[in-house]
T-cell receptor
Framework: DSGVTQTPKHLITATGQRVTLRCSPR?????VYWYQQSLDQGLQFLIQ???????AKGNILERFSAQQFPDLHSELNLSSLELGDSALYFC???????????????FGPGTRLTVL | GNSVTQMEGPVTLSEEAFLTINCTYT??????LFWYVQYPGEGLQLLLK?????DKGSNKGFEATYRKETTSFHLEKGSVQVSDSAVYFC??????????FGSGTKLNVKP
């Protein structure tokens, strides 16, 4: 158990809908990262937040957005969902802002999103 | 651009066999390199890392050496166990916080 929790574990929805994925980082971790893992694209970095502020952006679509709240939990919002958005979404957390050699990322178990 | 290429799986080995999973990368500058392992139903766990050329990362019997001249970071283990069965991801970290992952290599170890 990494200490990172994600809810829900599974989510099934229809095209065009909007969903919110939630992540609680390990106690004491200030950085949260979101990743998308799909069969055709592999594992892709989406976005990082540190202490409530956006720090780095990867291959995140405009239909997707995220935020980190004062209690440090984070939410990833996916809107106008398409079939291709079906994937496993991982959250990771780390203690500090930069992913340095000693700033390991701890991954949650993921949320499996299925868009029908 | 930046990318990571790793050998396609699945790789099937017998227990105590020697393991090599190839990983090559393309990057400008000097990325840090990582191997992550994903067990069934779980998130990724950091296995080992190397932050500069010629560094060797090692953990749990696994090793990988950062080779700048061949832009490679191959994962090796001298004697695999059934419990090593998992998906292994090679990754590079570039520009402070951005990670690029390979497509993953599934390892099956048979008793």
């Amino acid at each position: 158990d990494s200490g990172v929790t994600q809810t829900p574990k599974h989510l099934i929805t229809a095209t065009g809908q909007r969903v919110t994925l939630r992540c609680s980082p390990r106690s004491g971790d200030l950085s949260v990262y979101w990743y998308q893992q799909s069969l055709d694209q592999g594992l892709q970095f989406l976005i990082q937040y540190y202490n409530g502020e956006e720090r780095a952006k990867g291959n995140i679509l405009e239909r997707f957005s995220a935020q980190q709240f004062p209690d440090l939990h984070s939410e990833l919002n996916l809107s106008s969902l398409e079939l291709g958005d079906s994937a496993l979404y991982f959250c990771a957390s780390s203690e500090r802002e930069a992913s340095g050699a000693n700033n390991e990322q701890f991954f949650g178990p993921g949320t499996r999103l299925t868009v029908l | 651009g930046n990318s990571v290429t790793q050998m396609e799986g699945p790789v099937t080995l017998s227990e105590e066999a020697f393991l090599t999973i190839n990983c090559t990368y393309t990057a400008t500058g000097y990325p840090s390199l990582f191997w992550y392992v994903q067990y069934p139903g779980e998130g990724l766990q950091l296995l080992l890392k190397a932050t500069k050329a010629d560094d060797k990362g090692s953990n749990k019997g696994f090793e990988a050496t950062y080779r700048k001249e061949t832009t490679s970071f191959h994962l090796e283990k001298g004697s695999v166990q059934v419990s090593d069965s998992a998906v292994y991801f090679c990754a590079l970290r570039y520009n402070f916080n951005k990670f690029y992952f390979g497509s993953g290599t599934k390892l099956n170890v048979k008793p």
